[in-house]
């Protein structure tokens, strides 16, 4: 076999010569604009990264990694306040332009980072309250139903939102709490996501049990929207995946934006949706969609005399007389909802309990608040009541304030004849129509000359009358912090659900406070925040046990596990049948009849027994009724053989079977 040297042709030689040549002159094409466009920049007097002058890849970047609001922070540390954070972008510290930029003319136009919020529907973009760019459109869209977000409209829901703590408070119970004990650890920030996603949109489901508060939020968000909740509070864990998926939706909404036409790239288009179908907020519209034609169709599990969102947006479709409301803008709505409710609202519940817990002396004056209020132990909190105490006030405001559901920048774009800045190394130079200013508002609510020195502090104080201060100065002080408060956005453009989620805070907290003692189980470490436009949090493991003078939920004999009677004049039970119907942390089935044999027991009534599934395995509670209460064991199946069982007797509570 002969060896052969391949040597190219002279016009293969050719070609690859003429191709490389073309790509380095594209390439210093490329460089040479950058650098012209850099040159002639108007933004090239202000200070910021060396990268960002010339590139969006650099915000991107920094974005992606979850902690953009502290990376902004040292920037106007060293720079000042202002920073230009990409070639047109331009970071601004300076809360007296927040009623010039955010007012009510609407000449301060959105910028297409909220493009990504819209959805592609039959090929074409819908956008939604959020996301809409035109001014005049968004007023057309949010006046037919503006009316059922104000505090008057939300406090209608009100009974529905009552459920849901109930049932939040009814799983704590059966799944951790055991009296005045502290309970054994477990994730409250999850819990309350679930409730507070149970108080907006969908029909009901029935998942399977499991364990896991942000499901709070989303329960919440379903009860409201929809008058059934999405199912975690039951379920206790994200059973659909739902809840992954809006964690990963908002990852790629913060960075996406940045650079907007990758959004039309990746996401919307045609052949995106053919080759893996609807993702990001096209797959939540779709979900919405759905939502709609099981309404229409009646299909839906729901009480019909109690009013919900969905309830009202379809009102407003039939009363609408310019052919401005369809189901698309209905759609719109729902996402609305269903998007940033949830996840603001699991935000500011969470930053209360955590940062008052951390913060030495908030959690005991809290307390002793709530608890001196003169409010029936084991209720729910009403909105009116929960407003009437100044410190749980300063808390959630503080609470908001410290990190608010929206930690990074809101752009706008600069109208025409341009702004001037008042403030930074240009001081007093104008920019011009067309630059982007973004307002971080967990920058601005940190500003100093605002919040005072302390405005890196968590400090609920902040919002009530000092010692030896004025009315007419404290008046001030808060009108000063109220105007400059951008958690919520402002002007025409603030969040539409700003009162109901603000409802839901002051009474969950409120009644958390009012029922458990909470604590934390690892004080000495810091919660892990990671931002993605919303701040996601992670890390409030608590173990809680119920306030003196709190009952848990009754035991019902229809809800208990397993029953067993006593023998007549028998001291004893023996070969008590067992049935475990249940899920185990892993979602997988148990249908056993298992044979407990059990020795040497005080006369009784009648048995329960109650399982739960951990990591170190199954745990049987056992219950015992006598004339003055009930008895409780916690122990393993193998050992209720044994003759001597440790019976503690509660006579102020018990807790339900499961």
Not at 139 to 153: L, R
Not at 186 to 195: A, E, K, M, Q, T
Not at 546 to 561: F, K, N
Request: glycine share 8%; aromatic share 10%.
């Amino acid at each position: 076999m002969s060896n052969h040297i391949l040597l190219p042709m002279p016009g293969q030689m050719l070609a690859a010569g003429v191709l490389t040549q073309y790509l380095l002159a594209a390439a210093v094409a490329f460089f040479a604009y950058i650098l012209v466009s850099e040159l002639g920049s108007p933004l090239r007097r202000y200070p910021g990264p060396f990268l960002a002058r010339f590139t969006n890849l650099w915000r991107l970047y920094y974005i992606s990694r979850g902690s953009f609001q502290h990376d902004v922070s040292r920037l106007h540390k060293r720079y000042g306040p202002v920073v230009r954070i990409a070639p047109n972008v331009l970071d601004v510290d300076d809360p007296s332009l927040l009623k010039t930029v955010f007012g009510t003319k609407g000449d301060w136009k959105k910028t297409g980072y909220y493009d990504s919020a819209s959805a592609l529907i039959n090929g074409h973009i819908v956008h939604n309250i959020f996301s809409q760019p035109d001014e005049d459109k968004h007023a057309a869209e949010k006046k037919p139903v503006a009316k059922y977000y104000t505090p008057t409209g939300v406090l209608t829901l009100e009974p529905l939102i009552d459920k849901t703590i109930a049932q939040l408070c009814k799983e704590l119970d059966t799944r951790f709490t055991i009296g005045s004990a502290l309970s054994k650890p477990f994730d409250l920030g999850s819990w309350i996501l679930y409730c507070a996603s149970i108080f907006l949109i969908l029909p009901s489901l029935t998942p399977p049990p499991a364990n896991n508060l942000r499901q709070d939020a989303w329960d919440v968000i379903g009860t409201a929207t929809f008058s059934a909740p999405f199912g975690y509070l039951s379920a206790g864990r994200d059973f659909d995946g739902t809840l992954l998926a809006s964690e990963s939706l908002l990852d790629y909404f913060a960075w996406v934006g940045c650079i907007p036409v990758l959004d039309r790239l990746l996401q919307k288009n045609n052949l995106a949706q053919w080759i893996r179908g609807p993702a990001g907020f096209s797959a939540l519209a779709a979900t919405c969609v759905e939502r709609l034609i099981a309404r229409y169709s009646g299909t839906e599990n729901r009480d019909p005399t109690q009013p919900d969102y969905l309830d009202r947006f379809i009102a407003a479709k039939e009363e609408d007389t310019e052919g401005i409301v369809d189901d698309n803008q209905i759609v719109s709505w729902i996402m609305v909802n269903m998007g940033p409710g949830a996840d603001t609202t699991a935000i500011t519940i969470r930053s209360a309990l955590y940062y008052s817990l951390k913060t030495p002396g908030a959690w005991e004056r809290l307390e002793k608040e709530v608890l001196g209020a003169g409010w029936t132990p084991g209720s729910v909190v009403s909105l009116k009541e929960a407003r009437k105490l100044p410190y749980l006030e300063g808390v959630v405001r503080e609470a908001i304030r410290y990190l608010p559901g929206v930690s990074l920048g809101l752009e706008r774009f600069v109208p025409a004849g341009g702004q001037k800045l008042s403030l930074g190394k240009a001081k007093d130079a104008t920019v011009p129509e067309g630059t982007i200013l973004a307002f971080n508002p967990w920058i601005i609510n940190r500003n100093r000359e605002v919040w005072g020195d302390d405005s890196y502090e968590f400090r609920p104080e902040r919002w009530l009358k000092a010692d030896g201060e004025s009315q007419e100065a404290f008046s001030r002080r808060l009108r000063a912090m109220n105007d400059t408060d951008l958690s919520f956005g402002a002007g025409s453009r603030i969040c539409i659900g700003k009162n109901m989620g603000v409802m839901q805070a002051y009474k969950v907290v409120a009644t958390l406070v009012l029922n458990y003692e909470i604590e934390l189980v690892h004080p000495e470490r810091e919660w892990t925040v990671i931002n993605s436009w919303f701040p996601r949090q992670e890390g409030l493991e608590a173990a809680t046990s119920l306030v003196s003078g709190v009952s848990a939920t009754p035991i019902e004999e229809s809800s208990v596990v397993a029953r067993a009677s006593a023998g007549s004049g028998s001291s004893a039970l023996s070969n008590i049948v067992a049935v475990i119907n249940g899920f185990n942390d892993d979602g997988i089935t148990l249908n056993e009849v298992i044979t407990l044999p059990l020795d040497t027991c005080k006369p009784i009534t009648s048995q329960y027994l109650q399982y739960s599934w951990g990591k170190g395995g199954v745990i049987v509670r056992a219950y015992k009724k006598s004339s003055s209460g009930y008895c409780r064991c916690d122990t393993s199946p193998e050992n209720l053989s044994t003759s001597s069982l440790a019976w503690e007797h509660e006579d102020a509570w018990c807790v339900k079977a499961i």
